[in-house]
């Protein structure tokens, strides 16, 4: 999740086509993909989307780096494949739908600041919930700062480590009561700051 | 472990539909208990905290497939309604990462949410019994994961008879592919290997979900014990501590 912040850097500073195409498209391109791996049940053809968003993710100059985070669902439909009785081509069918979703929104996210998307966003759904979501985007970022700082005492006090889990298990206990802690100092100040530049239930973006 | 941690595209259209439109009754039904003011006064802390479960999920325990939730926790410290449009705002996030399907995200708040808001009232209920953080928090924890597996096994479950449909969709579709199959191999034999297997699912999913629940339950306990010492307002116990 560390790697969230250089999406949103890749997102912010890439020069690419597909960064300069407005997020309306991305959008639009998104649902289409969407709606292709929700009723394509053809190997063949997902493979053919698949490789399609591959030849766009490298065509975008997307740093390498970022390209792991369209894999990490794969842990999770391992466990999936159990429901099949091994059947090869329902997980083959299962694994690339996932990696066509996965590296669809890593892309759209890769090359679209979060407040172009989530002004989009805005036009049809409640403001309440579309700035509850920016809220959350932006506490990410001030949690990692203070994650940050929490790691360096982490370490000191013994980091984690396998042969003393007892001691680990505390140690990202607490720097998680840490987090909870100062991340609610910060959401007070937060909203006072916001109260004070005429927050009123609804987050306007530039444009707007 | 709680978590749908299926790809778009797997469970059946009417599911994740209906998914949705259960997630928004449910969400517009539990707003109206709330007071608007306060509503949006809480906001950024309802950021905050769906932040901390977003880093959660990032702490990916891998031989096991189990990332810490911390949805309990945010359920006890949010209250009920809030911890529903937390839960909402988590899978939202979660899904624009590639962790979860986007069509999934109603049914993924469904099932998370079953773990805030009974964690919220098992933690009430086991504190007014018990009068004691520790247990109360562990028992809490684990029955509220117990509730939302078991959940998630069912809405898993809801959508057998499609998987079987998409495993006998080989072959099909816009192209032949007809490389991974053997020659010779009888079709009655393979139609009956193709069928859903949801018990070897369950068999996998709950002796790693108990794993999970016991984690997760440790690391809440020791989660509101830091708060407890630090900021025991947060945790609303009242006059008694423990």
Known sequence: MIQLS???????????????LSPKWKIIGMAFV????????????????????LGLFFL???????FSLTLYPLIFAILFIFISGFQIFFILLVFVKVLCGSTGVVLLLATTPYPSIFRILGRFLPPLFVTALFLTYRS????????????????????????NPWRSLINISNAFGHLIIKGMEGSERMYESMVIRGFKNKIYYRGE | MSHIHLPDGVLPFWLWISGFIVAILLGTILSRFTKREDLTKRLPLLGMMAAAMVLGASVEIVPIAYHVNLTVIS???LGPSLIFLGTFVVNVILALFGHGGITVIGLNTLTLSIEGIFGYVFFRLFWKIL????????LATFLALLLSTFSMIGVVG?????????????????FEFNLLKEKGDPHQTRVAEKEVDLNRFMAIVIPLGFIGWVLEGVITVLISRYIHKLKPDLLRLGKETA
């Open chain 2, 131 to 138: 009068r004691r953080l520790t247990p109360a928090t562990f």
């Open chain 1, 34 to 53: 969407l709606s292709a791996i929700v009723t394509v049940r053809s190997l063949p053809g997902l493979l053919l989307l698949y490789a399609i968003l």
């Open chain 1, 60 to 66: 975008s100059r997307i740093p390498l780096k970022i």
């Open chain 1, 6 to 20: 250089y999406l949103d850097y890749s997102a912010t500073e890439g020069k690419s086509w597909l960064h300069r």
């Open chain 2, 158 to 174: 809801l959508g057998t008879s499609h998987y079987e449909e998409m495993m006998h969709q080989e072959g099909k579709g816009i």
């Open chain 1, 140 to 163: 990410i970022f001030i949690l990692l700062s203070i994650f940050e700082d929490t790691q360096h005492a982490l370490y000191l006090r013994g980091g984690f480590q396998w042969r």
């Open chain 2, 75 to 77: 359920g006890i410290l």
